[in-house]
């Protein structure tokens, strides 16, 4: 027997912490090797972490929630076979399991005796019998003389006058609960004046169970405006709620809600108490940091360009339309993707690295890529990552097309792996679709360029000497001006906005 501890593992390069997001294990549980023991969260992604042992879980190390350290132990398994159970006797009478909803307590009523129910039965599928409600009230010897002089009235009651006096306090017949101390008392207090029964009803009534009086049209306003009926008090004749009375408690409603906490709180609170604190870790950690690093180490240098996209959206519409692209999504950006591929082939420095002391050298150098892993920035529930698609020069429009697919799939369902987000080359930032103009990104590090795509709408545009409504869309793009230049910038935003004009360029 032996007690394997498993250590927090280096799942991405570079990897020095990471978050216990999740078990998916507990102590006791049985785990095969590759069996997925928890999520961990790290400076890029979510990660499933397989078992490297096979055997029972003795001890989860680290609780959810926690950050720790690559090599930290997180998990104990125990290679020793769980014991099985041991066998039950015949003598031994299986464990009653609770019922989900616990058990009711017994009913030591004359109905509840005369309905069949057993004392301490399960709430789910205990009941009276379906003829129980039919059976009337057993009436001891001493009590039989009084209880039959007073049958008829108390019948009377039940029967002739409950659906008529229900219907006009808004309840069921099938909901009252005819209280026997009503039904046995004297007919003339039961009748009362002038042969009225709704004494008699009114003392039915007071049993209700969970029941407040009130008429349908007072029922349909509490609904409408999500009052509880058991909230209001009433004041009706006969304690029914009115419809004074849900106008009451609305306004009274309203004042408390004025008074409420909202997302600004109350003056009245502690300072310490107004302010509420997120911790910075994971994704979050890991952007501020790129970006501070990045907005500091590069000096940026952005520029603008109106781009008139009318082609782009008729060459879009019709590959939606084409059966090549039938049940793939299609958009404007995969366009903006394979013109970016385009321009940066014809202008290789915007696809490229500044390394400082290369080799631990005092010089730096420009690694530039013959290779395009093209970044797409993708806004998660997790945060801001830009997963990257390798050898995005390689393929298709189809194949682009699917793997824009794939990525944007994967990144709203918080499963980008590390390797996904590692090499990239060149990013676009889709800004567009939440119906912005443009704007100056942030170049991602280890990268030298990023095309900020601005969202695509009719405006006039002066086309042959006039003003037409157009598709209009603005390209914003951010450069190391370590590597890139005004012209060499300028050359390819203008290179860009060539395929988005005209689409037709790729096929050059």
């Known amino acids: 027997m032996t007690l394997n501890k498993f250590n927090l593992?280096?799942?991405?390069?570079?990897?020095?912490?990471?978050?216990?997001?999740?078990?998916?294990?507990?102590?006791?549980?049985?785990?095969?090797?590759?069996?997925?023991?928890?999520?961990?969260?790290?400076?890029?992604?979510?990660?499933?972490?397989?078992?490297?042992?096979?055997?029972?879980?003795?001890?989860?190390?680290?609780?959810?929630?926690?950050?720790?350290?690559?090599?930290?132990?997180?998990?104990?398994?125990?290679?020793?076979?769980?014991?099985?159970?041991?066998?039950?006797?015949?003598?031994?009478?299986?464990?009653?399991?609770?019922?989900?909803?616990?058990?009711?307590?017994?009913?030591?009523?004359?109905?509840?005796?005369?309905?069949?129910r057993p004392a301490g039965g399960p709430l789910v599928g205990s009941g009276p019998k379906a003829d129980a409600v039919k059976r009337r009230r057993r009436i001891s010897a001493s009590s039989a003389p009084a209880a039959a002089a007073h049958e008829a009235p108390a019948a009377a009651a039940g029967t002739g006058a409950a659906a008529p006096v229900a219907d006009r306090?808004?309840?069921?017949?099938?909901?009252?609960?005819?209280?026997?101390?009503?039904?046995?008392?004297?007919?003339?207090?039961?009748?009362?004046?002038?042969?009225?029964?709704?004494?008699?009803?009114?003392?039915?009534?007071?049993?209700?169970?969970?029941?407040?009086?009130?008429?349908?049209?007072?029922?349909?306003?509490?609904?409408?405006?999500?009052?509880?009926?058991?909230?209001?008090?009433?004041?009706?004749?006969?304690?029914?709620?009115?419809?004074?009375?849900?106008?009451s408690y609305q306004a009274q409603r309203d004042a408390e809600v004025d008074k409420a906490d909202s997302f600004w709180g109350k003056s009245g609170r502690p300072q310490d108490q107004r302010i509420e604190r997120i911790p910075v870790k994971g994704v979050r950690k890991a952007t501020a940091k790129a970006m501070v690093e990045s907005a500091f180490a590069a000096p940026h240098v952005s520029i603008f360009v109106d781009v008139d996209a009318s082609r782009t959206m008729e060459f879009v519409k019709r590959l939606k339309a084409s059966r090549d692209f039938e049940g793939i999504k299609v958009s404007p950006l995969l366009i903006l993707a394979k013109a970016v591929i385009w321009a940066a082939a014809r202008n290789p420095s915007v696809n490229a690295t500044w390394v400082d002391n290369p080799d631990g050298s005092d010089s730096a150098e420009i690694h530039v890529k013959h290779f395009m892993n093209l970044g797409i920035a993708a806004a998660t529930p997790r945060g801001l990552?830009?997963?990257?698609?390798?050898?995005?020069?390689?393929?298709?429009?189809?194949?682009?097309?699917?793997?824009?697919?794939?990525?944007?799939?994967?990144?709203?369902?918080?499963?980008?792996?590390?390797?996904?987000?590692?090499?990239?080359?060149?990013?676009?930032?889709?800004?567009?679709?939440?119906?912005?103009?443009?704007?100056?990104?942030?170049?991602?590090?280890?990268?030298?360029?990023?095309?900020?795509?601005?969202?695509?709408?009719?405006?006039?545009?002066?086309?042959?000497?006039?003003?037409?409504?157009?598709?209009?869309?603005?390209?914003?793009?951010?450069?190391?001006?370590?590597?890139?230049?005004?012209?060499?910038?300028?050359?390819?935003?203008?290179?860009v906005a060539a395929i988005l004009e005209e689409p037709a360029l790729l096929l050059d």
Request: hydrophobic content about 45%; proline content about 8%.
């Open 9 to 116: 593992p280096d799942v991405g390069e570079g990897l020095t912490e990471a978050e216990i997001v999740a078990w998916k294990v507990k102590a006791g549980d049985t785990v095969a090797i590759n069996d997925v023991l928890c999520e961990i969260e790290t400076a890029k992604s979510l990660v499933e972490l397989p078992s490297p042992f096979a055997g029972t879980v003795t001890e989860l190390l680290v609780p959810e929630g926690v950050t720790v350290e690559v090599g930290t132990p997180i998990i104990s398994v125990n290679d020793a076979p769980a014991q099985p159970p041991a066998a039950q006797t015949p003598a031994t009478a299986p464990a009653v399991a609770a019922p989900m909803y616990g058990t009711l307590h017994a009913d030591a009523s004359d109905a509840g005796e005369q309905a069949g």
């Open 169 to 247: 306090v808004g309840v069921e017949a099938h909901d009252i609960w005819i209280n026997p101390d009503a039904v046995s008392r004297p007919a003339d207090e039961a009748a009362g004046p002038a042969g009225d029964l709704r004494p008699t009803l009114g003392g039915a009534i007071s049993g209700l169970v969970g029941k407040v009086l009130a008429k349908p049209p007072v029922r349909k306003i509490a609904r409408d405006l999500g009052i509880n009926l058991a909230d209001v008090v009433p004041t009706g004749a006969r304690g029914e709620v009115t419809r004074e009375d849900l106008v």
């Open 385 to 495: 990552m830009v997963p990257n698609i390798k050898n995005a020069q390689d393929l298709s429009l189809k194949q682009l097309a699917l793997a824009l697919n794939e990525l944007a799939t994967t990144a709203r369902a918080g499963k980008t792996q590390p390797a996904q987000m590692q090499g990239g080359t060149l990013t676009v930032t889709n800004i567009g679709a939440l119906g912005i103009d443009t704007g100056t990104p942030i170049i991602n590090p280890g990268e030298v360029a990023i095309v900020a795509f601005g969202t695509i709408k009719q405006k006039p545009w002066v086309l042959d000497g006039e003003v037409i409504p157009r598709w209009i869309t603005t390209l914003g793009g951010s450069f190391d001006h370590r590597v890139v230049d005004g012209d060499l910038s300028a050359r390819f935003m203008a290179d």
